[in-house]
């Protein structure tokens, strides 16, 4: 009888999130229709999002997260997740990918959302890719930093040191039990590291792999006191199109704990080399045309990606 009361409570629980989850939810206009869009291709895409923006960031707040006080509102990452009977795949879309910008030229991809805000972000993805994007989610800066330190922080592990004094990272080679502030440093370091935007890019799968498994780990799951004020944190934390429910975001999130746990797989879109100077926009990286096609072809039909794409 015990087992059965418990067990009812824990159903009880279940639902009340549910639903408690589903009326936090912070919705926008991310994706829209327009003359010429990719067609729906087999599996869901998700366009991940973390925005560069200081808007909540008190003048302390800015400060102690090394952000400064830039009112330009860009990207600091751009991600497409993909699952279905293949994958998943977490692709990773260099902030400094140029690529035509609709109704703006050729720019950097993150400028997209400055000059047009999610839209134009997601139309400016999908016309890159050729991909439909399903759902959308943004995150930002101080959101970022709310999530992990709800987690109670994360593990994340250098080759070697890295110190960026513009991100305020500073952290020796080896593993290291990092905040949400010290997590916001180490993902956003790039000025130090010779490879540049590129490297930023791996440790923000890297970040987003450990927030991912922390949150639906036993540890997590199980314990009320620690899956209430994290559910909370990430709810108040993102914002979504307004096709994504909380069954969505609950797929979005499985399939990002597998590709942290190694059934799924992260990349970066190939690109020629290490970057080049345009007049204009500066330091840019190109995508390689071919292998770029390749990779996104497969996950428009849902198949393996090339190998030669896997990072």
């Known amino acids: 009888m015990l087992v059965t009361v418990l067990v009812l409570l824990a159903v ?5 999130l549910f639903f408690w ?19 729906a291709g087999k599996g869901t895409n998700w366009l991940l ?9 008190t003048p302390r707040q800015q400060q102690e997260l090394h952000v400064g006080h830039d009112a330009v509102r860009n990207t600091d990452t751009v991600m497409l997740l993909h699952y279905g009977d293949s994958g998943p795949y977490l692709v ?5 990918s140029y690529v035509a910008v609709p109704g703006h030229g050729k720019n950097k991809i993150n400028a997209a959302y400055g000059l047009g805000g999610a839209k134009l972000l997601s139309r400016t993805v999908e016309e890159a890719t050729g991909l439909r994007v399903d759902h959308y989610a943004e995150v930002d800066f101080l959101g970022l930093v709310r999530v992990v330190d709800a987690l109670g922080g994360v593990r994340l592990c250098l080759d070697a040191p890295l110190k960026d004094e513009k991100s305020g990272a500073d952290f020796p080679a080896g593993c290291s039990h990092m905040n949400g502030t010290q997590a916001l440093a180490y993902v956003r370091a790039r000025y130090s590291d010779p490879k540049g935007d ?13 927030v991912s498994e922390k949150m639906l780990a036993p540890g997590t799951l199980l314990n ?6 994290a559910l909370d944190a990430s709810l108040a934390a993102l914002r979504v199109d307004g096709r994504t429910g909380v069954v969505d975001l609950t797929q979005m999130g499985l399939s990002m704990k597998q590709v942290a746990n190694g059934s799924g797989t992260a990349t970066t879109v190939p690109v020629t080399g290490p970057g080049t100077v345009v007049a204009g926009a500066g330091d840019v990286l190109m995508w390689d045309a071919e292998r770029a096609r390749r990779l996104f072809r497969a996950l428009r039909t849902d198949e393996p990606i090339p190998t030669s794409a896997e990072k």
Do not use: C, N
């Open 12 to 16: 009880a629980l279940a639902v009340a």
């Open 21 to 39: 989850a589903g009326g936090q939810l912070r919705q926008m206009d991310a994706l829209s229709g327009y003359p010429g869009r990719p067609a």
């Open 49 to 57: 999002v973390g925005s560069d923006s200081r808007r909540d960031l």
């Open 92 to 96: 990773s879309l260099p902030r400094d």
């Open 198 to 210: 590129l490297g930023r890019v791996q440790r923000q799968r890297e970040l987003i792999s450990a």
């Open 224 to 229: 009320p006191f620690r899956t209430v004020p």
